[in-house]
Each structure stands twice: as structure tokens, then as C-alpha cells.
């Protein structure tokens, strides 16, 4: 029997799910997930909303993402009254997804309920409990976070509905839409988890009212053209434009200047081989997203079709973003998500063969899952305790990446020095490298720099964790400094 005909047993059991997502997160937060350089970039654009501005870098309006996770952030930030470094607020903020995190496991939990047994739906949630990769991401200041949780909302009320066979109300449809508008609020990519499946299942098999539909898509538009009122009355519209026109190039392709794709970064397949240890169920359901959808789409069950058809365009979102787009991991959460949740949709149309495999991928998924709880990832914290402990008030640090420029940006003793001459032209003595990220071409030095340094200079800090691989800050004599600026060493 549904769960929609026994809530004294579903709720309950959403509130566990919860409580252990959140356990979860919370047990890997202090000692995962290495800092992530968009963190910090978010962060700030959270903290000028804030203050009451529109998401400005350095007195620069920023329009490459919509505002809504931005705001979310802001909202913490004056309620708690976060402050410190951005590398600080940042730490502080992860607690916010965390909290998502674990409603988004709740709330896939109560979408799978609603068209699938009790067993399917409790193997779904934990899978969104412990997937190593949804963890990493729910760890992490990302705006793909609140997006999905805002997305899966939205879907949730609308399945709900087509499980009672039922019309959605107009106040259910409104509802319904305003919680897809944020996510996509949150994230333009995630009008492809909610916004085009309702469009698709207007006129797939009759799925939803075409009237229904409409409601919830006009009514989705709602955050989006409040924001660029916005926008207009602040004599931006142009700016946020050309913005958009550069994020659309690069989302579908045109432009490749970050992701897998890009020129000069490491080659995706044996990127995956070297992960799979990490995150093989992760990349299991990537692959299974777009077949358990396109299984749940073809069901009899309406509910059923509309979750599948949310995976189905995912998934082919994932195949295109491998293809020819700018493919980031980050992108692959909604994938994963919606995978999830179609393997319960089309779990309850396979019957036995499903839910036998459905128990053995969530034994595997507790089993990753677990390990990225345990495991030590937090390389720049501990640099950052190191350093305030230890480095001298005269000591200057060259930075090597991106990550650590934004991490130590309110530290006047770090700088942009990836190199012997640039280290020597600044005075810095210290430099601070990451092996796994330099040896794949990111970042602002040659990994020759780390060689040279393993032989001329003396290590005063060093960890080792699995997103960074070595992070090493170096002491380098200054003769030695001298001698390498001489050779060119990491020019």
C-alpha cells in the first residue's frame, strides 16, 4: 500500500532518514572535503547580499549564476552573524548545505514513497545518506546543493498528486512551480531537472494536464523575473546579459575554458579509473540515470513517468556535458540525484530482480560511504593552523593555485609566487604546493617547481589526502632561492 495511505509510518521514518543524513555530513565535516577555491568565491557573493547588495566580486556585479543560493547564504550569514576570513565564513557556511543535504535525502526518501514500496524507498534514501559523491557535495559550499533540495521539492508535490490520481489545484500547482523556480533560481542547468520534464509530460502519454503544466511553468518563472526586475531597475539588464550569453557559450561548449573538456585538462577517463575506488557506486548511477529513467517514463503509473522523465532529461544533460559541454563534477549531482530517484521509479515497475540489486549497490554505497566519513581531507585547514602557529611574522608564502590564493587572500604574507624568480622578486622563503592538482596541469605552477623543490628545499609542512594529493609548505634556503631563480626553476 502507498505510503500516501500510511503517514504514521512514512513521516517518522523521513525524519530518521534525515537524522542520519545529517549524521552523516556532520560526522565528515571537520576533517573533509579540501577546500574548493568556488567555495570561497560563493561565500563572498553571500556575504554581499548580506550586506543588502546584489552578488558583486570586488565591486563587480557577478551574473554568471542566478542569485538564489547567493541569498540563502546572505540569510545565514546575518542570522548567525558568520564572520572571520573567507576562508573561515566558508568553513562555517558548509554547515547550511549540510542541513540540505540531509533534507534532500528526506525528501527523495518521501518521492520514491509515494510510487514504490516501503524497501525500494528506504534503500533509495540510503543511498542518498551515503553516496560519497552526494556527501563531497553536500559538504561543500556548491549551489547545486540547495538547487536539487528546491527541485526535488517541487517534483515531490507534484507526484504526490499524480499518485492520488488526482488534478493538481491551482494553489499545489503555484506551489509546485515557485519550488522548481528556485532551483532553477539557484542554478540555470536545473531547469533541466523539474522545468523540461513538466513540458515534457504535457504531451508525453498524457502525464500531466496541459493546463496543470502551464500553471506550474508560469508560476516558475516567478523568482527569475523578480530578480530581473531587479536588475533593470538598477540599470544592469546589459551587463547581466552579456554574463549570461559567456555562461551559455561555456555551458553548452562553445567556449571550453574549465572542466574536463577543456584544453589542457586531464583526460576524464583515467581521472575516473584513478576514482573509482572512491566513487564507483557514484559513477554507477550516472551511467544508470538516463536507462532507470527512460524504465520509469514508459510505465503505466503517471507519478511514475514524471519521475522518469526527470531523469531522462538529466541524464541526457550528463551525456551532452560529457560530449561536447563544459563538464564539471559538480554538475553531475543533479544526475546522481535524479538517478536515485528513478531507480525507485523503475525499481517498482521491475519487481524482484530490482530490489535484489538495489541492496547490494546500498551495501556497496555504505560501505564507500563511510570511508569518505573517515577519511582526513582537510589539507588547507591544517596549513592555515600550521601557519598560525608557526610562520613567522616576516615570512612571505608563495601560493601555487587558485584554491590557496582565495584561502590565505586576507593573509598580506601570501601571494601569487609560483616560481623560484617570482619568490625571490617577492621575498618569500615559502611556498605553498599541491601534487595531484599541479601534476594535472591546474593551477599557476609547473610540476617541475615540486620536483626541484623535493630537491633544494625543506618540507615544514606536509599532508596527504585523496582531492590534493600532497599539500607541502616548503622552506627554501636562500641560497638555494637564489641559485634556482638563476636556473629558471619553475619558469
Known amino acids: 500500500m502507498s505510503s500516501l495511505h500510511k503517514p504514521i509510518l512514512t513521516y517518522p521514518l523521513a525524519v530518521v532518514v534525515v537524522l542520519t543524513a545529517f549524521a552523516c555530513r556532520a560526522l565528515a565535516l571537520p576533517h573533509g572535503f579540501e577546500l574548493w577555491v568556488d567555495e570561497m568565491v560563493y561565500t563572498e557573493l553571500g556575504d554581499t547580499i548580506s550586506q543588502g547588495h546584489l552578488p558583486a566580486l570586488e565591486g563587480i556585479p557577478f551574473f554568471l549564476h542566478p542569485p538564489g543560493g547567493f541569498i540563502l547564504e546572505g540569510a545565514v550569514i546575518k542570522a548567525f552573524g558568520i564572520h572571520g576570513d573567507l576562508m573561515a565564513q566558508a568553513l562555517q557556511l558548509r554547515w547550511l548545505n549540510v542541513v540540505l543535504g540531509a533534507l ?102 498524457h502525464t ?128 546522481v540525484v535524479a538517478g536515485i530517484a528513478a531507480l525507485g521509479a523503475a525499481g517498482a515497475e521491475l519487481r524482484r530482480p530490482a530490489a535484489l540489486a538495489a541492496i547490494a549497490l546500498v551495501v556497496v554505497t555504505v560501505v564507500l560511504g563511510n570511508r569518505v566519513i573517515a577519511e582526513p581531507d582537510d589539507g588547507l585547514v591544517r596549513v592555515r593552523d600550521w601557519v598560525t602557529a608557526n610562520l613567522p611574522a616576516t615570512a612571505r608564502v608563495g601560493v601555487t593555485n587558485n584554491t590557496a590564493q582565495w584561502a590565505f587572500r586576507d593573509d598580506p604574507r601570501f601571494g601569487v609566487w609560483p616560481s623560484a624568480g617570482t619568490m625571490l622578486t617577492h621575498d618569500a622563503n615559502y611556498i605553498l604546493t599541491q601534487s595531484l592538482p599541479t601534476s594535472q596541469g591546474y593551477g599557476y605552477a609547473k610540476y617541475s617547481m615540486i620536483e626541484w623543490l623535493e630537491r633544494n628545499a625543506q618540507p615544514r609542512f606536509t599532508f596527504t589526502g585523496p582531492t590534493n594529493g600532497q599539500t607541502v609548505l616548503w622552506y627554501v634556503p636562500p641560497a638555494n632561492l637564489r641559485r634556482g631563480a638563476d636556473a629558471g626553476a619553475g619558469s
Open 208 to 335: 500531466m494536464h496541459r493546463r496543470d503544466g502551464l500553471t506550474v511553468l508560469v508560476s516558475a518563472t516567478a523568482p527569475y523575473l523578480a530578480y530581473l526586475a531587479v536588475v533593470g531597475a538598477d540599470g544592469l539588464f546589459n551587463l547581466w546579459s552579456a554574463d549570461k550569453i559567456s555562461g551559455t557559450r561555456r555551458l553548452i561548449g562553445l567556449d571550453q575554458t574549465t572542466g574536463f573538456n577543456a584544453p589542457g585538462a586531464p583526460d576524464l577517463w583515467s581521472r575516473l579509473v584513478d576514482q573509482v575506488a572512491h566513487f564507483g557506486t557514484s559513477y554507477l548511477l550516472l551511467l544508470v540515470c538516463p536507462v532507470a529513467g527512460l524504465v520509469a517514463a514508459l510505465s503505466a503509473d503517471r507519478a511514475r513517468r514524471l519521475i522518469g522523465l526527470s531523469a531522462l532529461s538529466m541524464g541526457l544533460f550528463g551525456v551532452f556535458a560529457i560530449l561536447f559541454g563544459t563538464l564539471e563534477e559538480q554538475y553531475g549531482y543533479g544526475v
Open 104 to 205: 534532500t535525502a528526506g525528501t527523495g526518501f518521501l518521492l520514491v514513497r509515494a510510487v514504490a514500496g516501503l524497501g525500494l524507498s528506504l534503500c533509495c534514501a540510503a543511498l542518498l545518506a551515503f553516496d560519497p559523491f552526494v556527501l563531497r557535495t553536500n559538504g561543500r559550499v556548491f549551489l547545486e546543493t540547495p538547487a536539487v533540495l528546491a527541485s526535488l521539492a517541487g517534483l515531490l508535490v507534484l507526484v504526490t498528486a499524480l499518485a492520488r490520481k488526482e488534478r493538481l489545484s491551482t494553489r499545489r500547482a503555484v506551489f509546485a512551480g515557485m519550488l522548481i523556480g528556485y532551483g532553477v533560481f539557484s542554478k540555470d542547468a536545473l531547469v533541466m531537472f523539474a522545468a523540461v520534464p513538466v513540458v515534457a509530460a504535457m504531451f508525453w502519454r
